[in-house]
């Protein structure tokens, strides 16, 4: 999860009073941040395309731009270092990405300044025309919303802060720009109306950001520019790509890539597009919000966009105020909490909501920026944090419940308690394992049961274990120079791939019990007399037979069928698979199934409602 | 103050004083069966009480080495050539002296050197011819080779023990020299002779009972450890440490934790490691493209590829509450909800699966339920990172559940476990609302330590499967706390089999 510093000069300065390291950093974690530390952060800007590098103190000047390409012999000049809060995003809430969002939410919750903030949108007086050819299959990204911001002249914190803001909402809302990219211009270097339409890779060229000497056609950028090679992958299924350019064909940005050089934002800029194209129409209206909340708290004034598409025409953004309806009544015994009418309305104002209605009933406003509100309970929650979890009296559900253990975990703990009274060490290993471990060092061949994973990130740890035997030769190889003799055991599900299995998911499960001796000395009849310790515990009896099983010495090695159907396998280990182990002394080895943990009994099946 | 001797020391003194010669102290030991260094402990100890005196004397001993036999059987080479000259006419020239004695086998030198000393030969212008005492030695055999053969015969001999008619300076000038044959060497004996003093008070001192670390069976069943003194330890020395064979320390707190919520009055429940996306992602109301569902993080199956849905009825539900909210009061993701999707197999990312599939099970309030079980992210292995690891899940289904007593019951969790002081912070989880992150006070550390989350069901999650009333649910990771408890820093420890940490580890801390 990114992690985002938000500079603490920068958030006295939003919240308009110095208010105490201690406490802001209280009230972040009481609003639900994920407060990683306060440390002090440089920034860096690269020399080629302005764009901003934070390191962490410690860290080094960076050389090379992330967002460019560019490479410096000399680091990156330092333009400040700041003392930060540093914060791990949470998706969930991208207006608490930044340092205007979080200073809205303080001053709130810190009852410097409450209630719903109301969003005013000038008229539009910009046309943005949007090609119906980006509906098509083969250059898809057919949704648009843009938007005017006058701002004060723009200082180097809050360009910073902008960009800042506009790459972690690619990350949270934008998926890594696949569902939303964000663009931000200088208006004053574009002519409307602007047309957002798709292009050939070679029918153009423009300089993308970073780049004010060097004119590249749409398919170099994606070769050869450092941005355009990273996310290629979002247009290289496609024939066209989508392209923002102004009435004089000066080209704005190839979304989801890169702006163009030109048209870039500067300090001293005041007057700002933003464009945001995606996918999905929730999300790039989603981006849009949060980012125009952000700059309406430093000051900046919208104007609204028209879009037109196909003869129909619209205006974006879309400030207005959700709201949903909530039963006060609900929320306290949803929360146990017995919320004063009083506090209900302060508390909802502190979390900068609006509130109509008459108790228990009431019509619940929220800004445009908060995107996560879908049921009452998004509201419930907001009371919660207004209340206080660390002011909540905490006690338990009033109804009497009798508990009841699982009968397989309790014969596992039975068997437990019989090999540490044999004197055996218990041990657990991973489920997953290697087909190697697994099957080829035990001399045996992988059949058709077995689970098997697609998608592993080391790509040998690709089986679920169906026996416990590859986890009991990694204790003995793992101890192996230690002194003889060592007695393991390891209880656990080992999952068996079954069709018939009678459940949802085509597997049984069982619960094993599998254990081994090395020693300079040990062999069938040592490991016999265990595991008939084993049975006699359990008030067992089974009938042994003479059993093939590559992984055992020919002749030594037997099988055990018990009444209840379960069996048991045990003898001296393969000479072969020692070998393969690298193990130097004679290993007896058993294994028994102890309990049947999912198999036919476990119906995937829901209770009809 | 009487004076306690020992029974070894009893019966030595004993036998010094009945022996009617002086004895020395090799002789006692002999005798006595008591070893030699204990006799000498013992004759000191009575020579500072003045009950004996100890005299020394120096005498030269022969003993036999491994020439001596055959040069007894054959005869001494000066012997064996004495012969040979007698019957050549008493003289022959060196030359053939030389090839005489190698078809002897002995040597020329030792003939000449011997012979010539003891006069039985003597050189004359390149001959040897009979000397002086040559008709002597031809009659009888000379003092050294008598006491040679008495040597041989009894292995070791004082010189002055020999015989009479030998002399002993004879037999030192000609064997002292010869090493192949005999090594002279001097020893000291040290003889016993008991004073007046001890005359008089041996055969009254009082001897000590019998010392042994151990009684023998026979000792205990005969009775005869009355008469033993058991010595007594030095109780405060360590000890050889011994090592436990014990449960492995993750266990312990699975167990832990299965007792607490059994204590607190919940029903365990058990699910497949292995689970539809449907009821690990769908029916928690996590939508198809959420970023925890991406290849990244989740283990799919190759095989099993897919599995069965639940009802119908459960799946329209929860399609249509991703879609548009559904009976839910929500407004839903607002998206299309595909059903292959909710098939894909997994491994469950986490116990929550159990939980919601108990719950689609058995909507009705009341009913209190937890899981412990392994759940699974696709990570590498560092030593940070397992691609397993345990969680226990738990959530209580009743229409009297609120917010506060999820945290409640979290918090009466953790205090059982042994976490005095547990916090709680909003957080953001997709399918609970309100959210909390758990978080519980380490002393050792003295830090806030993060273990889990939990929150109520969203009714986007509860209300397509049937229930109307609150569902307080939690997840928390148990690994995390193993490694803060036992104090281990790298996960890896506690899936490796280390037997010595295995054993070293304080299970009952």
């Known amino acids: 999860m990114p992690v985002i510093g938000i500079p603490v000069k920068h958030l006295h300065k939003l919240l308009g009073e110095e208010i105490a390291l201690e406490k802001l950093t209280e009230t972040v974690e009481q609003l639900g941040c994920d407060l990683e530390d306060v440390n002090k952060t440089n920034v860096y800007q690269c020399p080629g395309c302005g764009s901003f590098s934070e390191r962490l103190e ?552 | 103050m009487s004076i306690e001797i020992t029974a070894e020391q009893s019966k030595l003194f004993k036998m010094a004083l009945e022996s009617s010669t002086t004895l020395d102290m090799q002789n006692l030991s002999t005798q006595t069966g008591v070893d030699l260094p204990m006799v000498m402990g013992s004759m000191t100890f009575a020579q500072d009480q003045g009950w004996i005196k100890i005299t020394e004397q120096s005498r030269e001993e022969l003993i036999a080495q491994e020439g001596a036999r055959e040069a007894i059987n054959k005869g001494l080479p000066e012997r064996q050539f004495l012969d040979v000259l007698h019957q050549e006419s008493g003289s022959m020239p060196m030359k053939m002296v030389a090839s005489k004695s190698q078809e002897l086998g002995i040597k020329v030198n030792d003939i000449i050197k011997w012979g010539t000393m003891k006069e039985w030969f003597e050189k004359d212008k390149g001959n040897l011819s009979l000397g002086k005492q040559a008709e002597q030695a031809l009659q009888e055999k000379a003092d050294d080779e008598k ?37 002279c060497k001097e020893r000291t004996l040290r003889f016993v002779e008991v004073t007046k003093k001890g005359k008089k008070e041996i055969p009254s001192l009082s001897v000590k009972a019998e010392e042994k670390n151990i009684l023998s069976s026979e000792d205990i069943v005969s009775g005869k450890w009355k008469e033993i003194k058991l010595r007594s330890y030095d109780v405060t020395l360590a000890a050889e440490p011994k090592k436990t064979v014990k449960n492995h320390p993750l266990q312990k707190i699975i167990q832990e934790t299965r007792r607490t919520f059994l204590e607190m009055g919940f029903t365990e429940l058990v699910s497949s490691h292995l689970e539809t996306g449907f009821w690990d992602f769908d029916a928690l109301f996590q939508p198809q493209d959420h970023p925890s569902r991406d290849m990244q993080d989740t283990f799919y199956m190759k095989r099993p590829h897919e599995g069965d849905l639940p009802s119908k009825n459960i799946v329209e539900k929860v399609k249509k509450t991703h879609e548009d909210g559904g009976d839910s009061g929500s407004t839903g993701w607002g998206y299309k909800w595909q059903t292959k999707e909710a098939k894909r197999m997994i491994l469950r990312t986490h116990t929550t699966a159990t939980t919601v599939h108990y719950l689609a099970q058995n909507p009705n309030p009341p009913s209190k339920v937890f899981s412990v079980g392994r759940v699974f992210r696709n990570e590498t292995i560092s030593f940070k990172h397992l691609p397993e690891f345990h969680q226990v899940d738990g959530i209580i289904v009743d229409s009297e559940a609120s917010f506060r007593n999820l945290l409640g019951t979290i918090q009466a969790f953790y205090n059982k476990m042994g976490f005095k002081k547990v916090k709680f912070k909003p957080s953001f989880f997709p399918y609970t609302e309100p959210s909390a992150e758990v978080f519980v006070w380490m002393e050792q550390k003295n830090c806030w330590i993060e273990l889990g989350g939990s929150g109520i069901f969203r009714p986007e999650v509860t209300i397509p499967l049937g229930c109307n009333v609150p569902v307080l649910a939690w997840g928390l990771g148990l690994e995390r706390l193993a490694m803060l408890r036992y104090g281990v820093s790298d996960i890896r420890t506690l899936y490796e089999s280390d037997l010595d940490w295995l054993q070293e580890v304080r299970l009952c801390q």
Not at chain 1, 306 to 315: A, L, M, N, R
């Open chain 1, 58 to 609: 410690h860290e080094d000047a960076p050389q090379r731009c992330l967002a460019c390409g560019n490479e410096e012999e000399k680091a990156f000049p330092l333009i400040s270092s700041d003392e930060v809060i540093r914060l791990d995003l949470l998706p969930a809430r991208p207006d608490l990405f930044d340092a205007a969002g979080l200073a809205r939410a303080i001053k709130g919750y810190m009852r410097i300044e409450t209630g719903l903030v109301k969003y005013d949108v000038a008229p539009a007086k910009l046309v943005v025309e949007v090609d119906s050819t980006l509906k098509e299959k083969n250059s898809y990204r057919p949704y648009i919303v843009c938007a005017v911001v006058e701002v004060p002249p723009i200082e180097t914190d809050v360009l910073r802060s902008l960009m800042k803001l506009q790459e972690n909402l690619h990350w949270g809302i934008g998926r890594d720009r696949k569902l939303s990219s964000i663009g931000v211009y200088d208006l004053s270097t574009i002519k409307g109306p602007i047309r957002y339409r798709a292009v050939g890779p070679e029918e153009l060229t423009f300089c993308p950001l970073g780049n004010p000497d060097e004119e590249m056609t749409p398919r170099e950028i994606l070769e050869k520019h450092s941005k355009g090679k990273a996310y290629a992958h979002l247009l290289q299924e496609f024939a066209k790509y989508p392209l923002l350019e102004d009435s004089q064909g000066q080209v704005l940005s190839m979304p989801p890539i890169i702006n163009s050089h030109e048209t870039r934002v500067k300090e001293g800029s005041s007057q700002l597009f933003i464009d945001v194209t995606g996918t999905t129409k929730s999300d790039v209206e989603k981006s849009l919000n949060t980012l125009l909340a952000s700059l309406m708290e430093m000051q900046g004034k919208v104007s609204a966009v028209e879009i037109v598409c196909e003869g129909t025409s619209k205006t974006t953004p879309r400030l207005d105020s959700g709201s949903i309806n909530i039963n006060l009544e609900t929320a306290r015994r949803w929360l146990g909490l017995d919320i004063s009418l009083d506090d209900f309305e302060k508390d909802l104002a502190r979390m900068r909501l609006g509130v109509a209605g008459e108790f228990p009933n009431y019509t619940i406003s929220y800004p445009a920026y908060r995107t996560d509100i879908k049921h009452e309970v998004d509201i419930f929650e907001d009371l919660a944090i207004a209340y206080g979890y660390q002011n909540m009296n905490l006690d338990l559900v009033p109804t009497m419940t009798v508990g009841q253990a699982r009968p397989e975990e309790e014969m596992a703990q039975r068997a437990r308690q019989i090999m540490l009274g044999l004197g055996f060490v218990e041990t657990m290993s991973l489920m997953l394992t290697t087909q190697a471990d697994h099957f080829s060092k035990l001399c045996l061949k992988p059949e058709k049961n077995h689970a098997l994973i697609e998608n592993p990130k080391s790509a040998e740890h690709n089986i679920v274990r169906m026996h416990l035997m590859s986890g009991l030769m990694g204790s003995l190889l793992k101890n192996r120079r230690k002194a003889l003799p060592q007695k393991y055991f390891e209880v656990g599900n080992v999952v068996l791939v079954d069709k018939k299995a009678g459940n949802h998911t085509h597997t049984r499960e069982e619960k094993r019990l599998a254990f081994t001796i090395v020693d300079s000395e040990t062999g069938y009849a040592e490991i016999r007399s265990i595991l008939d310790a084993v049975f006699y515990e359990l008030g067992w009896e089974g009938q042994y037979q003479a059993y093939d099983h590559p992984s055992f010495i020919p002749g030594r090695c037997a099988r055990v069928t018990l009444p209840s159907g379960f069996s048991a396998c045990l003898g001296e280990v393969h000479p072969e698979v020692l070998n393969n182990f690298g193990l130097a002394n004679p290993v007896a080895l058993a294994e028994l199934t102890v309990a049947e943990v999912i198999g036919n009994h476990y119906k995937g099946e829901s209770r009809e409602t």
């Open chain 2, 147 to 183: 006491a040679l053969a008495l040597v041989v015969e009894k292995e070791r001999l004082f010189i002055d023990e020999l015989p009479e008619e030998i002399n002993p300076d004879y037999v030192k000038r000609f064997l002292k020299k010869r090493s192949d044959l005999v090594k």
